[in-house]
């Protein structure tokens, strides 16, 4: 009998050894589709003393398409589009391993799109004043060197009731300009995408900036500015859009190691007391170069096709940018912008 009691206790250690091992998948979820770059999110566990050694995702059979030391991991991993059949596996330290299978399919995919950017959440305002246009770091919105203000949730005028206002105050300073900026993916990320894995950013390469604006009366203005900012590995990759108004109704875009404006050549002539439509595209070429492809306002298309070298950075993510600046008299005016969709590939 006591032979018998002792196998019942001997299978029950056995049978509970696996429930302290395994691999926890948050994302995606088994069955579900999602949009390359994928978002994996898992962590591993194990009865080994030692702990987990790695983590590593299998796209298919023997095909390890990534592997991070450590119990956790969260990265995102570009898949083409079709049905997988994915394991993600842990490694402990005692020499043992286990996993879970997930059932995903990979959507053909245009990108990410962060929507109507205006009304949410993220934007930082700043003063940039002369000689050098450095960030002013004693200024204040309420002045007196420069004033402005962000007021989201504009009903009129507004395409949806969720513009937002954007007011160039003038102050006691001429020729200043007002910088608002949004880190939407990596550092500070507004959008809960800080990539620990660093693997996100490096893999984007194309950027559409796509924005309405009304602004009250365009004469006053010296010029409005959109950019696109990519940071990674070292190097900044900065797509600077400026529409010279007061200062010449051309576009210019930016030279990133010369670091000064290049004109285009190409018309910036948009109207007052009514609603633009602007469109920025660019891309990160496989060889790492920018190329600032086309500007498109009020349906009107000019290609650029204009390719430049990024610089040295020590930052890592993808912002945005919005600036109204000043003209010599300082006269104030004000911005509405709606619909404000950002699209990453």
């Given at each position: 009998m006591?032979?018998?009691?002792?196998?019942?206790?001997?299978?029950?250690?056995?049978?509970?050894?696996?429930?302290?091992?395994?691999?926890?998948?948050?994302?995606?979820?088994?069955g579900?589709?999602?949009?390359?770059?994928?978002?994996?999110?898992?962590?591993?566990?194990?009865?080994?003393?030692?702990?987990?050694?790695?983590?590593?995702?299998?796209?298919?059979?023997n095909?390890?398409?990534?592997?991070?030391?450590?119990?956790?991991?969260?990265?995102?991993?570009?898949?083409?589009?079709?049905?997988?059949?994915?394991?993600?596996?842990?490694?402990?330290?005692?020499?043992?391993?286990?996993?879970?299978?997930?059932?995903?399919?990979?959507?053909?995919?245009?990108?990410?799109?962060?929507?109507?950017?205006?009304?949410?959440?993220g934007?930082?305002?700043?003063?940039l004043?002369?000689?050098?246009?450095?960030?002013?770091?004693?200024?204040?919105?309420?002045?007196?060197?420069?004033?402005w203000?962000?007021?989201?949730?504009?009903?009129?005028?507004?395409?949806?009731?969720?513009?937002?206002?954007?007011?160039?105050?003038?102050?006691?300073?001429?020729?200043?300009?007002?910088?608002?900026?949004n880190?939407?993916?990596?550092?500070?990320?507004?959008?809960?995408?800080?990539?620990?894995?660093?693997?996100?950013?490096?893999?984007?390469?194309?950027?559409?900036?796509?924005?309405?604006?009304?602004?009250?009366?365009?004469?006053?203005?010296?010029?409005?500015?959109?950019?696109?900012?990519q940071?990674?590995?070292?190097?900044?990759?900065?797509?600077?859009?400026?529409?010279?108004?007061?200062?010449?109704?051309e576009?210019?875009?930016?030279?990133?190691?010369?670091?000064?404006?290049?004109?285009?050549?190409i018309?910036?002539?948009?109207?007052?007391?009514?609603?633009?439509?602007?469109?920025?595209?660019?891309?990160?070429?496989?060889?790492?170069?920018?190329?600032?492809?086309?500007i498109?306002?009020?349906?009107?298309?000019?290609?650029?096709?204009?390719?430049?070298?990024?610089?040295?950075?020590?930052?890592?993510?993808?912002?945005?940018?919005?600036q109204?600046?000043?003209?010599?008299?300082?006269?104030?005016?004000?911005?509405?912008?709606?619909?404000?969709?950002?699209?990453v590939?």
């Amino acid at each position: 009998m006591s032979f018998v009691k002792f196998h019942v206790v001997v299978c029950l250690c056995i049978f509970a050894l696996p429930a302290f091992a395994g691999v926890t998948v948050s994302s995606p979820g088994n069955g579900s589709t999602s949009a390359s770059p994928v978002h994996f999110v898992a962590t591993g566990s194990s009865a080994c003393s030692k702990g987990v050694a790695a983590v590593g995702i299998y796209s298919a059979p023997n095909a390890l398409a990534y592997k991070v030391n450590g119990s956790k991991l969260d990265t995102y991993l570009k898949m083409n589009a079709g049905s997988y059949n994915v394991f993600v596996q842990e490694w402990d330290n005692c020499g043992h391993s286990t996993g879970t299978p997930i059932s995903l399919t990979v959507s053909a995919s245009s990108g990410r799109t962060f929507k109507d950017l205006q009304k949410g959440k993220g934007w930082t305002g700043y003063a940039l004043l002369p000689p050098s246009f450095g960030i002013c770091s004693s200024c204040t919105s309420a002045g007196p060197k420069l004033k402005w203000s962000w007021t989201p949730g504009i009903g009129s005028p507004s395409m949806d009731g969720i513009s937002t206002k954007t007011v160039y105050g003038a102050g006691t300073v001429q020729w200043g300009d007002v910088l608002w900026n949004n880190h939407l993916i990596g550092d500070f990320s507004s959008q809960g995408l800080p990539d620990y894995a660093k693997t996100l950013v490096p893999s984007l390469h194309k950027f559409t900036y796509d924005v309405y604006f009304w602004v009250s009366k365009a004469s006053v203005s010296q010029g409005m500015e959109f950019d696109i900012n990519q940071f990674f590995g070292g190097k900044g990759y900065i797509w600077g859009h400026e529409c010279r108004i007061a200062g010449g109704h051309e576009w210019d875009t930016w030279s990133n190691q010369g670091r000064h404006w290049v004109p285009s050549g190409i018309p910036c002539n948009p109207i007052s007391n009514a609603w633009n439509h602007l469109i920025l595209q660019v891309q990160r070429t496989s060889d790492g170069k920018l190329l600032f492809h086309s500007i498109t306002l009020n349906g009107k298309t000019a290609v650029l096709d204009r390719y430049d070298s990024p610089d040295s950075r020590n930052w890592y993510g993808v912002t945005v940018n919005y600036q109204i600046d000043g003209n010599s008299a300082g006269t104030p005016y004000t911005v509405y912008l709606d619909k404000l969709n950002f699209t990453v590939q």
